[in-house]
């Protein structure tokens, strides 16, 4: 697995602003961000993506996303926010360490923007369904 800058923060050998630290998680404010606030909250144990974290990571994660939300909301007084989670590279994910983006959206439009194109179920939604549940 190549090394991230975010594993560089985890380690202290790069600076950023952070706004949060437990055990097991680092959120820090966004170097490039979409609006005033953007953090990121991000597991310390090296993970590309989410569906390669521990249980434990994904519990820590699970506790801190609110906490870190409602701080975020508290501070800069938004009253909208986006998580946003990005897994490989076609889905827009630059660095390769978990992470999830906190992203309040304001009135003046800044914050994340989303092209939601909406599709159908298909044919064989209970198929799928099931297929899924047989996967986990
Ligand atoms: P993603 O496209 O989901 O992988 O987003 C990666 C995010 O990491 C971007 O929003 C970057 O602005 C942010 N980022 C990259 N390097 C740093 C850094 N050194 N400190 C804080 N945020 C960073």
Redesign the pocket.
Known sequence: MAET?FAK?VRGE?P?HPVYEDELVLA?????PLSRGHV?VIPKATAETLDQVDDDTAAALGRALPRVARAVMKATGATAYNV?Q?NGASA????FHV?F?IIPKYDDGTGLGISWRIGALGEDPKGLAAAIADAL
């Open positions: 800058v923060i790069i950023c820090f404010l966004d170097i490039n990121l946003l990005n827009h994910q630059a660095v992470h983006h």
